[in-house]
C-alpha cells in the first residue's frame, strides 16, 4: 500500500471513529420527550432512535468495538505511511539513520494521536452533546444497521460485561434514563431562570417544590387557636359565629372536647326558621380527615380531594390531637393566597 493510500485510510478510520463516538453520546445524551412525537408522526429514524435509545447497553457495546477497532486500525494503517513520508525531510536534516526513524515515529505517534483525539473523539462527542436529539435522529439508524451485521458479536461481549457487572451486585439496564428526581427537577428550574429561558413571576413553580417537603405538622392550626362550636350547637350559633369572625367552615367538638366535625355554613341555609335554634342535625355535620403530624402535606390533599372534605385533624405519634389543617391554607401553598368567601364578603 503506497503511503498517500495510507494517509487516505487514516482519513477514513478518523470518520468512522468519529462516527461510533458521536452515536455513543447521541444515543445516551437525545431526550425521549423530544424523540417520541416524531415517531408517532410516523419518522421512521424517530423509531429507530428509540429502539437504540432503549436498547442503550446495545448500542454502546456497538460503538465501544466500532472505536476500539478503528483505533487500533489508524494507527496500523497510518504509522508506516506517515513514518516513511517523513524519513525523507528528516534525513536531510543530517541527523543519523537510528535518530531520523526514531523522530519519525515520535512525530508520527504524536500527530496521529492529535487527529485521533480531536476530530476522532472530542469533535463528535462535542457535537453530539449540543445537537444530541438531532444527533440521534441521523447516526441512530447507521448505528443499528452495524449492531444488526454483528448482533451475535456484540450480542456475546455485552453479556460478558453484564456478567462482570452482577458479579459486583450491579443489575445492568438496557433503557437510557428520562426519568428526574425532585431535586433534580429543581435544579433544572434553578438553572432555566438564571439563564433567562424560564419565568416564575407568580412563584407558583417554587412553591410546588417547597410544597412536597412540608407536613401535615408545617401547616396546622393549634386546637388553642381555632373557632369552634360546643355540642349541641345550634344554626342561629352559626350565624352568630360567621357574624363574629366571617369564616364558613367551623369544626365542632364533642363532650370530651375532641373534634366531632365540622359544620358548613352552606349546609344549613335549607333549614327552615322553625329549625333555627335547634341543635344541628347529625347529617349536617361533615366528616374530618385524620391525619398524623408528619404526613405529607401532599398526601393530606390527595386525601381531601378523593373524599371531599375540607378539614383534617391532625395527630401526633401519641394519638393526641394537635390542631387541625384547612384545605384552604394547603391550597395557599401552591398557588397564593386564598380568602374565605365568606371574609371577602363580610369585609367588602
Known sequence: MSDWAGILWLVILLMF?????????AVI??????IEPRAEAGSKRARTALYAMEHATLMLATSQLGITVCSLLILNVSEPAIHHLLEGPLAWTGLPPEAVSITAF?????GVSYLHVVFGEMVPKNAAFSLPDQAVLLLAPPLVMVSRIFRHLIAALN????GVLRLFRVEPVSETNSTFTLEEVASIVNHSTREGVLEDRSGALSAAFEFTAKRASDLLVPSVDLVTLDPGATPADVEAAVARHGFSRYPIRDEAGAFDGYVHIKDLLRLGEDRVHQAIPPKRIREMLAVRAETDIEDVLAGMQARGIHL????????AELGVVFLEDVIEE???EVHDA????RFA
Open 29 to 34: 445524551s437525545a431526550r425521549r420527550s423530544q
Open 312 to 319: 383534617a385533624r391532625v395527630f401526633d405519634a401519641n394519638d
Open 17 to 25: 471513529n468519529a462516527f461510533f463516538v458521536g452515536a455513543e453520546f
Open 106 to 110: 515520535v512525530l508520527t505517534l504524536v
Open 334 to 336: 401552591l398557588v397564593g
Open 159 to 162: 453479556a460478558i460485561a453484564n
Open 342 to 345: 365568606t371574609r371577602r364578603q
